[in-house]
C-alpha cells in the first residue's frame, strides 16, 4: 500500500511540475481577447502556436493567405507567454532570398499586437522566439485574423 501511495504521489508532482514549467495556456480567453481587438472587421480564423525557449534563438514561421480584393486585419495576443517573442511579417518565406519585410512588432508595446496589411496576398509570419534564460520554459501565442468585405461597400455605394 506504501508503494502504491507513494508511486501516485510521485506521479501527481511530477504532472504538477510539468504543468508549472510548461505554463497554462488558455487558449480560449486569450482569443476571445484578440477577437475584441478586430472590431470592426470580422472574425475569420485563429492559430494556437506553442513556443518553447530553447537554448538558442529559434524561428517559428507560419504562412496566411490572403484573398485579393479584401482587406484584412491580424491580432496577435502575447500575454500568455513568459518572455516575449518579436513578430515580423514578410511577403515570402524564410527560404526565399529576396524577400521583403512588411511589418514587425520590435517597437510596439503591449501583449496585444495587430497589423492591417495594404495588399491582400500571401503572408509569411515569423515568430523569434528569444533564448531561454536558464531552464527551458514555454507558453502560447494566438493569432487571430479578421476581414472586412470591400466588394459589399462597393456594391453599396452604387445601388
Keep these: 500500500m506504501k508503494k502504491y501511495f507513494y ?3 510521485f506521479i501527481l508532482f511530477s504532472f504538477l511540475l510539468v504543468s508549472y514549467t510548461t505554463g497554462e495556456c488558455d487558449s480560449k ?27 538558442k534563438e529559434t524561428r517559428k514561421e507560419i504562412e496566411v493567405p490572403l484573398f485579393k480584393g479584401e ?11 513568459p ?30 499586437v495587430s497589423y492591417e496589411p495594404k495588399k491582400s496576398k500571401k503572408l509569411y509570419v515569423n515568430y ?6 536558464g531552464e527551458k520554459s514555454s507558453g502560447c501565442l494566438v493569432f487571430i485574423l479578421g476581414y472586412q468585405l470591400t ?3 462597393d456594391y453599396n455605394k452604387n445601388n
Excluded at 32 to 42: R, V
Excluded at 73 to 79: A, D, G, P, V, Y
Aim: net charge negative; hydrophobic share 40%.
Design 83 to 112: 518572455k516575449d517573442v518579436l513578430i515580423e511579417i514578410y511577403d515570402k518565406d524564410m527560404n526565399s532570398g529576396s524577400r521583403t519585410p512588411l511589418f514587425t512588432s520590435k517597437d510596439q508595446a503591449g501583449n496585444i
Design 128 to 133: 523569434v522566439i528569444p533564448k531561454a534564460d
Design 29 to 55: 480567453s486569450l482569443k476571445k481577447e484578440g477577437i475584441a481587438e478586430l472590431n470592426p472587421f470580422f472574425y475569420s480564423a485563429s492559430k494556437v502556436n506553442m513556443i518553447s525557449y530553447e537554448y
Design 151 to 153: 466588394f459589399l461597400d
Design 71 to 81: 482587406e484584412y486585419r491580424l491580432i496577435f495576443n502575447k500575454s500568455a507567454l
Design 7 to 9: 508511486a501516485c504521489t
